[in-house]
């Protein structure tokens, strides 16, 4: 038994969560199951559905202490989206667990409110820095989840270059693509 088995609280929410999350570091998230979490803390999977009413749940908690981070982001909303983009891509499938959480509904909009807020400046977020927060976000997690499937590949020998390598040119063509989105559009005549 290790010391984080030892904790008093890995029984409640919050030490079931971090369970998870460190069972989505081991082992990725199509080997993340109740069954193999309930293992990890030494009980039957159906105490779990105690405090989560089934997997998307649990992985929705899992999504938000994912984002968490990013609640506190200061700056402009490309060092917000930037804190998100490391946020993600900090946890094996990160990307994945957050993205399929979004897809669903699920959890919290945290990274959504922060981008918002981050574009709307001193201001109350208006139904374009909303709409715009989006966009953006939708663009982080998905080149979030290209950069962690590219890396995965990269490990079995499935694609043609180093974490490194990978890491270093998707990063520019993440700063790139955010400078797009960033960047002031003219207006077309009849538009």
Do not use: C
């Not at 969560?17 to 009980?43: H, I, Y």
């Not at 409110?113 to 709307?120: F, H, S, T, Y």
């Amino acid at each position: 038994m290790d010391a984080r088995d030892a904790r008093p609280d890995r029984h409640t929410r919050d030490g079931i969560v971090d369970t998870a999350l460190a069972l989505l570091e081991q082992t990725g998230l199509p080997d993340l199951s109740m069954r193999r979490l309930a293992t990890a803390l030494g009980v039957q999977p159906s105490a779990l559905y105690w405090h989560f009413e089934n997997k998307q749940e649990l992985l929705a908690a899992v999504a938000d202490r994912i984002v968490e981070p990013v609640t506190d982001a200061r700056g402009d909303v490309a060092d917000v989206a930037h804190a998100l983009r490391g946020a993600l891509l900090a946890h094996r499938d990160g990307a994945e667990v957050v993205l399929s959480t979004q897809a669903l509904g699920l959890g919290s909009d945290a990274a959504h409110i922060r981008l918002a807020l981050a574009l709307a400046g001193d201001e109350v977020p208006g139904e374009d820095a909303r709409g715009d927060a989006t966009v953006i976000l939708q663009f982080i997690l998905g080149h979030a989840s290209l950069v962690q499937q590219r890396i995965q590949a990269a490990r079995f020998g499935a694609f043609p270059a180093g974490e490194a390598e990978i890491a270093e040119a998707m990063s520019a063509d993440f700063a790139r693509g955010l400078r797009m989105l960033l960047a002031p559009r003219p207006v077309r005549a009849g538009a």
